[in-house]
Each structure stands twice: as structure tokens, then as C-alpha cells.
């Protein structure tokens, strides 16, 4: 992540089994949550919905991805409790869990 900050001088969030932020000022931040239910085609693309809601919504350039990066990881979390199982769910189950993980307003 702190590569492609430092490359493109950008907020970054690199998406993986634990999704790191990082930001050009050096500092990184880990989201260390990796449910299964996340593993499936089109699952990624959910947060890049969030990330753009969040930002229109006045968030900071750095809370941002990280709030959403965490957000996209816990509505999994959510979808796996609602289904009672760890199976990888569609983009969709995603979406919907989020009511549950997002705040009012951000």
C-alpha cells in the first residue's frame, strides 16, 4: 500500500484478505477482518460504491477508505451471521447487510 502512495501520492486502499489504507504521510492502517462470505466474483466491487457515497457525503480524504474498506468487511461479517454459514455470498447479500454496519451519517 505505502508503494503506491508514495508512487501516485494518493490515499490508497489495497483490498485483500485484511484490506491496509495508507496515505501519503506515511501512515497505514489495517483492517483485520477477513470473512469468507467476501469470497466471491463482484464482492470487491462493493466498496467502491461506499467509498464514493462516503466522500459525497462530506467524509475526510483519509477516513474514507478506511470506513469503507471496514464497512465492506463487516457487512460480510453481517451476511455470514444472517445466512449462519461462512459461504462466499453474491454482491448483493453485501449491499444489502450494509444498513447494519453503517452509521446514520458518516
Given at each position: 500500500?505505502?508503494?503506491?502512495?508514495?508512487?501516485?501520492?494518493?490515499?490508497?486502499?489495497?483490498?485483500?484478505?485484511?484490506?491496509?489504507?495508507?496515505?501519503?504521510?506515511?501512515?497505514?492502517?489495517?483492517?483485520?477482518?477477513?470473512?469468507?462470505?467476501?469470497?466471491?466474483?463482484?464482492t470487491g466491487d462493493?466498496?467502491?460504491?461506499i467509498l464514493v457515497?462516503?466522500?459525497?457525503?462530506?467524509?475526510?480524504?483519509?477516513?474514507?477508505?478506511?470506513?469503507?474498506?471496514?464497512?465492506?468487511?463487516?457487512?460480510?461479517?453481517?451476511?455470514?451471521?444472517?445466512?449462519?454459514?461462512?459461504?462466499?455470498?453474491?454482491?448483493?447479500?453485501?449491499?444489502?447487510?450494509?444498513?447494519?454496519?453503517?452509521?446514520?451519517?458518516?
Amino acid at each position: 500500500a505505502l508503494h503506491f502512495v508514495w508512487w501516485w501520492n494518493q490515499f490508497v486502499v489495497v483490498k485483500g484478505a485484511f484490506s491496509v489504507g495508507a496515505r501519503p504521510a506515511g501512515k497505514i492502517t489495517v483492517i483485520p477482518v477477513a470473512p469468507c462470505s467476501l469470497a466471491s466474483p463482484g464482492t470487491g466491487d462493493v466498496p467502491s460504491g461506499i467509498l464514493v457515497g462516503l466522500r459525497s457525503q462530506g467524509g475526510e480524504a483519509y477516513a474514507v477508505p478506511v470506513a469503507g474498506a471496514w464497512f465492506h468487511a463487516n457487512a460480510g461479517v453481517a451476511a455470514e451471521k444472517r445466512f449462519a454459514s461462512p459461504i462466499p455470498v453474491a454482491a448483493r447479500d453485501i449491499i444489502n447487510m450494509l444498513p447494519e454496519v453503517l452509521p446514520q451519517r458518516f
